[in-house]
């Protein structure tokens, strides 16, 4: 997703440091992230939060977890948290990381985040952008490096030919999933949907008739 420059973007993000982290003092905070909560958490990151939906809707329905928004777009990252901040102030469980999830283990220690949630990432279809794919080898050795063992990798998406590049590529990473973790029609699946959230691409290729697929994978 790329979007048109707000002007309005960075003079909000520089008043709101509190709620928006940027990339500076993200690595400033690595091995510290609990302390920006005010509760003690296990900590769970969305790479390419867009316009947030998703995480403000995790971090809404479980409070019992810390989320952290990450998106390397300014205005993307200013829209979600202006949009969060609008609804619901700031909540306790819930911050944004203006940085760049190709490496996350500049900001995240190991074992300092649980979970990764990949929802509806650039396809990037030719062979030649492989490498740009968020579920491509070096991306998972950048997420390895920051969960601990056992750590999940949630991935969503509309592309059915990413959904099996991406099976392929977590068992050749050594990522471990079973049929239990993965479905090729989310919405038509009563189990699997119970407690999802939806993100404004999963509404809008619903509303097509278009099936979401979804994985959980663990290393």
Do not use: C
């Amino acid at each position: 997703m790329h979007l048109r420059s707000k002007p309005w973007a960075k003079p909000w993000l520089e008043a709101h440091q509190d709620l928006v982290i940027d990339q500076t003092r993200a690595q400033e905070k690595k091995g510290q992230w609990q302390a920006i909560f005010d509760q003690e958490q296990p900590i769970h990151v969305e790479i390419g939060s867009g316009k947030g939906q998703f995480i403000l809707g995790m971090a809404l329905a479980h409070p019992e977890i810390n989320y952290i928004g990450m998106e390397i777009q300014e205005t993307a990252v200013a829209i979600a948290a202006r949009k969060s901040f609008d609804q619901v102030g700031i909540l306790p469980n819930l911050r944004y990381l203006y940085g760049n999830g190709s490496g996350v283990e500049t900001y995240f220690e190991k074992g300092e985040i649980e979970k990764i949630y990949l929802n509806f990432s650039d396809p990037w279809p030719k062979t030649r952008h492989e490498a740009r794919r968020l579920t491509y080898k070096s991306f998972l050795s950048s997420y390895k490096a920051v969960l601990p063992d056992g750590g999940e990798v949630e991935f969503k998406t509309d592309n059915r030919h990413l959904f099996e590049y991406s099976l392929v590529s977590f068992m050749d990473f050594g990522m471990r999933w079973t049929a239990e973790d993965y479905t090729m029609d989310l919405h038509a699946d009563a189990d699997k949907v119970q407690g999802n959230v939806k993100t404004e691409y999963e509404e809008k290729f619903l509303a097509k008739g278009q099936p979401i697929y979804k994985v959980k994978a663990h290393f």
